[in-house]
């Protein structure tokens, strides 16, 4: 009889179970702006992810994953911000797991507002702080810190796939930060 090695994440999927999820659930995500703030609480600066995506574009976007099964969403949230934005990133989460945004994404343009060509998903997004030194990891080439007008211009927007220039702006409305 064999050995079976337990999988050291079983709330992991491999790529084939995700991708036979993908086709019949939407999948749980979530989502962080992080943002440098002044000493009054007022956002300076938002940090966005410049990466390559799979047509080999240039693209910016925010801190994104899935949740695992059985991992709470403050642990994801803290799991994609140590992953896509390093150790000494220092983010403090909110108090509350209350999201400021629920997105919606579908797998075909023109369905909502957001879409994402693989998988009907719902995000939770957050504006999360964050005070240390940022040395994006993984799949990410850079994090740019812009002021809040540059990150919620059009140009900025162009750049981002899915509707995310939309969630940026949303994320710096909701916080006060668009004049």
Not at 103 to 114: C, I, K, M, Q, S
Request: a negative charge; one cysteine or more.
């Amino acid at each position: 009889m064999a050995v079976r090695t337990p999988d050291p994440n079983p709330g992991w999927l491999s790529d084939e179970e995700l991708q036979q999820a993908r086709e019949r659930l939407p999948i749980l995500y979530v989502e962080a702006i992080p943002v440098r703030l002044d000493g009054m609480g007022q956002v300076t600066e938002v940090g966005l992810l410049l990466r390559m995506n799979e047509q080999s574009e240039m693209t910016r976007t925010v801190v994104s994953g899935r949740v695992m099964r059985g991992e709470r969403v403050r642990d994801a949230l803290y799991r994609h911000l140590e992953k896509d934005l390093g150790p000494m990133a220092f983010p403090q989460l909110p108090a509350s797991p209350v999201p400021f945004h629920i997105a919606e994404y579908f797998p075909l343009v023109g369905d909502g507002l957001f879409s994402d060509d693989r998988q009907h998903a719902v995000s939770l997004c957050y504006i999360v702080p964050v005070s240390g030194t940022c040395d994006p990891r993984q799949d990410a080439l850079e994090l740019t810190w812009l002021s809040p007008e540059a990150a919620a211009s059009e140009l900025i927007a162009s750049e981002m796939e899915g509707g995310r220039g939309s969630l940026v702006r949303a994320a710096l409305a909701h916080c006060g930060a668009l004049r």
